[in-house]
């Protein structure tokens, strides 16, 4: 069984994603109903909503929006990863304020922005208030990116981190050595976990279990199974994939593992590090 951290779901009618124009082929509403459906027949038995960086004014939207989503009974979400802006001055004030029934984690997507952002002194320290309120942030990088990855952990030694999508490796440029030499250095840092998600949306529409492999193992050598997690990254994951072909990969690379080991990953590992019941 898989417990899915990294869910997104869309509803334009309710909510604005300013960067769906530039990707055609996520550009519709992706539903709670057809993501269950799909679900049911593949194992996975609960959902993170992982936050669609939306516009701004609509972060407390989309919160309140997926906390409705969990009320019916029998629903797949057991909360929510939602958006952040730590880089403003009323973020502490905003923390006090979340709907801590819902919010299990919080997000800013670092890619889209300038990188001296998680640099900013008032960044890191906001990013460090999540330690004392025990929320996880998620870190959203590129591989090239990952030096401020280390930075930002080393900064707030008393937060968890969960590095997503395998920390974006550069799949078509070929420089493994110096993504896994990154990748293991975070892997040091006990308080940073990991993610085995996304990977099929960097790369090319020709990937197969055997290109994928040698990220997703070192990943979970470097982290060890007791910190790493799976995630769907749908829809995202369908841009050179399917929900069902992405976990049929993850099964196939996971395959030589115990079954305490793939039991951590698949949904222990989550209910300890977002502190919830998994299903």
């Not at 940073?192 to 998600?197: D, E, Y």
Request: glycine content about 8%; overall charge negative; proline content about 5%.
């Amino acid at each position: 069984m898989l417990f899915d951290t990294h869910l997104h779901l869309i509803d334009r009618k309710r909510l604005s994603y300013p960067w769906l124009a530039g990707v055609p082929a996520l550009d519709r509403d992706w539903t709670l109903a057809d993501y269950a459906d799909q679900a049911a027949r593949l194992g996975i038995t609960g959902a993170l909503h992982m936050e669609v960086d939306v516009a701004e004014a609509d972060i407390d939207a989309e919160t309140a929006w997926v906390a409705a989503q969990m009320v019916p009974p029998g629903s797949l979400l057991r909360g929510a990863i939602s958006a952040a802006r730590p880089e403003a001055p009323g973020f502490a004030a905003w923390l006090d304020r979340l709907d801590r029934q819902t919010v299990r984690g919080l997000r800013r997507v670092l890619h889209v922005v300038d990188d001296s952002i998680s640099q900013l002194p008032l960044f890191r320290e906001n990013v460090a208030r999540l330690g004392v309120a025990g929320l996880p942030f998620d870190i959203c990088m590129l591989q090239r990116q990952l030096p401020l990855a280390l930075d930002l952990v080393d900064a707030c030694p008393g937060t968890t981190f969960v590095l997503d999508h395998c920390g974006v490796p550069a799949l078509t440029e070929g420089d493994f050595s110096g993504w896994a030499a990154r990748i293991t250095d975070l892997a040091r840092r006990p308080h940073v976990n990991a993610k085995i998600s996304g990977i099929t949306a960097y790369g090319t529409a020709y990937w197969s279990v055997d290109s994928l492999r040698p990220y997703v193992e070192h990943v979970i050598g470097a982290f060890g199974w007791n910190r790493v997690v799976w995630g769907s990254d749908s829809p995202v994951c369908t841009l050179h994939a399917s929900l069902g072909r992405w976990v049929d990969a993850t099964r196939a690379l996971t395959a030589g593992a115990s079954d305490d080991e793939r039991m951590a990953f698949g949904s222990g590992n989550a209910r300890r590090i977002w502190g919830i019941s998994t299903g």
